[in-house]
Structure formats: structure tokens, C-alpha cells
């Protein structure tokens, strides 16, 4: 038997919608990753074989990488990959894990908590300058950090939910 298709509906739904959230991180995070290999390729094509170097890559670049970053590092929450969150939990003996589990979300969640908040505001205070040479307003550059304080916060809250209800399913939570 599944143990996804144990789980009550409601949990089942949330899943469901944090895994696509998760999905779409991922197909951004990518897209970005690839758009950023590209300019940069346009940047050495452009400064060693036309000796006109783009400028707007190094600012597109920096955009990019906050995107790839912050996006990515919420995946990596959501599905158990980061490694700041499992690598000491792993380290101790089994009956302790269960506490650092709860330890870990507790502090990855308040983590989330503050780069929500704080992201926002730094956010709201950069919108109403533009970024040089890319024309596009400065609040781009912590909106990431924004929205992957969010997902941080949303997948760790869904993994104490989900430990609450007995239905964790992390391999390092019991031995």
C-alpha cells in the first residue's frame, strides 16, 4: 500500500499543491539556469570576438543567480535534498532524530519566517529604483529571496503538519 494514499484528503491535497509549487520552482530555476549559460556565452562571444562587450549580462547574471538560489533552495527543503537541513540530524543516534526533525522545520520555518519579512520589506524599499544597464526596477533582485522565504516557511510548516499527524515519510526521521 501507497503510504501517500494513506494520508487524510486534506493532507493529500496540500501535497498535491506544494509538489506542483515545487515542480514549477524547479522548471524556473532551470529555465533560469539555462538563460543564464547563454548570456554568458553572448558576454565572451561579445567581448573576444566583436571586442563589444554586453554589459547587461553582469546585471541579468546577478538576477539570475538570486532566482536559481533562493528558488532552488526552497526545492531542496521541500524535498529533504538541502543539505543544511538532514546532515546533522542524520549524525545523531536514531532516538534523538525525531526531535531534531521537529527542531530543524521549527528552525527552518522561523528562517523562512525572516526572509519573508525582511525580503518584502527590502523588496517594497529597492522597487522604486532601477537597475542599471537592464532598466528593470532594483526590487527584482530581493524579490527571490521574497518568494523563497515563503516556500521555505510554507514546506517546513507542511512537514510539522505532516509529522503531527504520524504521516512523515522523510527516511532520516526514524531508523
Not at 522548471?27 to 562587450?53: C, D, E, K, P
Not at 524535498?79 to 546533522?88: D, G, I, N, Q, S
Amino acid at each position: 500500500m501507497d503510504d501517500r494514499n494513506a494520508r487524510p484528503d486534506f493532507m493529500s491535497a496540500i501535497d498535491t499543491l506544494l509538489d506542483r509549487i515545487a515542480a514549477l520552482c524547479r522548471v524556473i530555476t532551470g529555465v533560469s539556469l539555462v538563460f543564464l549559460t547563454v548570456i554568458f556565452g553572448w558576454l565572451v562571444f561579445g567581448r573576444y570576438v566583436l571586442n563589444a562587450t554586453p554589459t547587461w549580462v553582469e546585471q541579468a547574471a546577478l538576477l539570475l543567480v538570486m532566482v536559481i538560489a533562493f528558488l532552488g533552495a526552497a526545492v531542496g527543503v521541500h524535498e529533504h535534498t538541502h543539505l543544511a537541513v538532514t546532515a546533522l540530524r542524520s549524525a545523531v543516534p536514531s532516538w534523538m532524530r525525531t526531535v531534531f526533525v521537529i527542531v530543524t522545520d521549527l528552525a527552518m520555518a522561523g528562517f523562512g519566517g525572516l526572509m519573508l519579512i525582511y525580503g518584502a520589506k527590502l523588496t517594497a524599499f529597492k522597487w522604486g529604483s532601477m537597475i542599471p544597464l537592464i532598466q528593470l526596477p532594483e526590487g527584482l533582485r530581493s524579490l527571490p529571496l521574497t518568494i523563497g522565504g515563503a516556500l521555505i516557511l510554507l514546506f517546513s510548516l507542511a512537514h510539522l503538519l505532516r509529522l503531527a499527524l504520524g504521516r512523515d515519510l522523510r527516511s532520516d526521521t526514524f531508523e
